[in-house]
């Protein structure tokens, strides 16, 4: 039985796949755990408010008892009016032709007026997750027009990454994935990633001992997972959706409820070497509703060169977002 206030969840691209895939499981309790009543706010393109209203008569029909309302709405103002937590997924994804820089700014143009409306109307406890691609960049360019929240508060979803990781590790090794503890992606969201089997743990051992297989590790685990994104893509015909979804769930639920390892895309403070604002990937563990990036690591030559390449894309992505005064 339902005891709290109801929590405000708004998700931009609701129409679209992810959308599809996460809604009725925040509806459902999944996000929040099964005492907190949500109240589910739609942002979509005016083109799309209609598949949204048709997925609202769906989550009627679901008679979800945590279900508190749906709002539908083209206006981000609206949209983020009171929001405790902001999933940010719809996104312009590259079409045919595009430029890096076209993608860059065409994804302003949706993160830079969302985060104003953020900024304006968020409540004081806001957890923002970006998910639309490139997510650490948008992330970026939202929290850098949202000046009144804290920048903690937004964060870049890379949790895909580090349960597809999981699931190549457990796999390789014939054991269950919850025998697996510290993974940890660095970097961006992107084919640059770095999954890190020396910080994990399997066993009580190294996952990269725990494999013994150095070029299985190179060769294969690396780029299987960073470019995961895009093997879904070419055997699905559509990027990944029940699994983005399924992340996005699993980032916010461990943010709240607490974790003792995960990864997540926030805001650096300088730790690791990563340049202080870039919105990297980090080992953190999430304490008292807030997440904390994990100290005293040592890393080693192979993995700092990985690190840095990611990092190094970061502030190109930074720095061209900058010259088109995005930032
Ligand atoms: P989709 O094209 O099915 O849906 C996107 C939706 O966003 C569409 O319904 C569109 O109308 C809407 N939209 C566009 N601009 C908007 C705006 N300004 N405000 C509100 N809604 C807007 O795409 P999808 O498969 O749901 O993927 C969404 C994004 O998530 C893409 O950028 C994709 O690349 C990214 N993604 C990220 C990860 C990750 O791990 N970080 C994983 C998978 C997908
Ligand atoms: C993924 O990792 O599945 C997506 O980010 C791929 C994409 O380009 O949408």
Redo the contacts with the bound molecule.
Sequence with gaps: MASKAAVKVTV??????????LLFRIASGQLLGPDTPVRLSL???P??LK??EGTAMELDDCAFPLLAGIDIT?D?KH?FDGVNVALL?????RTKGMERGDLLEA?G??FK??GEAINAGAADDVRVL??????NT?ALIARSHAPDVPAERFT??????HNRALSQVATKLGVSVSEISRMTIWGN?SATQYPDLFRAQVGGRSAAEAVGDDAWLRDTFIPTVAKR?AA?IEARG????A??AN??IDHVYDWVHGSDWTSMAVVSDGSYGVPEGLISSFPVRCVDGQWQIIQGLEIDEFSRERIDASVGELAEERDAVRELGLI
């Design positions: 931009t691209g609701a129409a679209g796949q992810i959308g599809y895939a942002l979509e393109i083109p799309a598949a949204a083209d981000a949209a997924v719809g996104a312009r994804p994804n143009g949706i007026p969302q970006v998910v639309g691609n490139p997510a948008n870049a979803m890379t949790r895909l990454d969201h994104g879904i559509a990027s990944s959706a699994s983005a992340a996005a």
